[in-house]
């Protein structure tokens, strides 16, 4: 199981409400087959970004009550039925990440990665909180933190796959800060200053994660339970990088099936260990 910042939410799922599960399943093609323009196959960057900017169009014409291309039903026609349930701004604020990914920069500092979460992983949760009803800024601002922990869970966890497509979200000044060179972060190079680094990136990680958790005491139901499933997903993928010693240039973490009961009862103790 990969810490994917999508998938981290877990879709149709049975702790999902099934009054909200027809829009959750739409949040979900939608982000993911926007994805997948951006990344999958072998399409050129150009053919990449006129997709996204079809995808658009599309966007804007569903929002709009207008029929959009027949291109992508799978995703539009349920779309359309719930778009009065979402916020299109933040479906927006996804394909912003989406086409930024297409020519991804160096990040300056901490701050500067933070901005790309903003669009590229918090919209998620906050298009969920949505559907629940829930706004106000104490449950938002745990919601992103939650979300963007999860995306940089995901950039330490993926060096290995981000590296060969030349990806570099480690910021410049925890480069600087450690010593190491972002080439060598790409090339996937093991080393002492490396480990410090990812050590580093991860105890941030965590911090944000501890910072979001509470909102998954907070909300009722299914929602809560799913969340607290979603928090220790990431935890325990943290904790993984951490157990080898921060060799997450040479190693792949991931969770499996085995690791269920452990993130159960995690999730069942959280009030007792937050």
């Known amino acids: 199981m990969s810490v994917d910042h999508y998938e981290n939410f877990p879709v149709a799922s049975l702790l999902c409400s099934p009054a909200l599960r027809p829009a959750v399943v739409a949040i979900y093609h939608f982000a993911r087959t926007a994805d997948d323009l951006a990344d999958e196959g072998d399409a050129s960057t150009a053919e990449r970004v006129q997709a996204l900017r079809d995808y658009r169009a599309d966007l804007a014409a569903t929002v709009a009550g207008q029929p959009p291309s027949p291109r992508w039903p799978q995703v539009f026609t349920p779309l359309a039925r719930e778009i009065r349930r979402l916020q299109p701004a933040l479906l927006h604020d996804l394909l912003d990440a989406f086409e930024q990914d297409l020519s991804p920069p160096r990040y300056r500092d901490r701050a500067h990665l933070l901005d790309y979460c903003r669009r590229s992983a918090n919209p998620v949760g906050r298009l969920l909180l949505g559907l629940y009803g829930i706004s106000d ?15 940089l869970v995901n950039f330490w966890q ?42 580093d990136l ?73």
């Open 202 to 274: 991860c105890a941030w990680a965590r911090g944000l994660m501890l910072a979001g958790a509470p909102l998954a005491l907070t909300l009722r139901g299914r929602a809560g339970w799913e969340l607290r499933l979603v928090v220790q997903g990431g935890l325990a993928i943290l904790d993984k990088i951490e157990a080898r010693g921060h060799d997450s240039l040479l190693h792949r973490p991931a969770l499996s099936a085995r690791d269920f009961p452990r993130l159960l009862w995690r999730a069942l103790t959280m009030q007792r260990r937050s």
């Open 137 to 151: 800024a104490a449950s938002l601002r745990r919601s992103d933190a939650i979300c963007s922990a999860l995306q």
């Open 158 to 199: 993926d060096f290995s796959r981000d590296g060969p497509n030349g990806r570099l979200y480690v910021p410049q000044a925890d480069l600087d800060r450690h010593g190491v060179a972002g080439e060598a972060v790409l090339a996937c190079q093991d080393g002492p200053a490396a480990r410090a680094l990812i050590a």
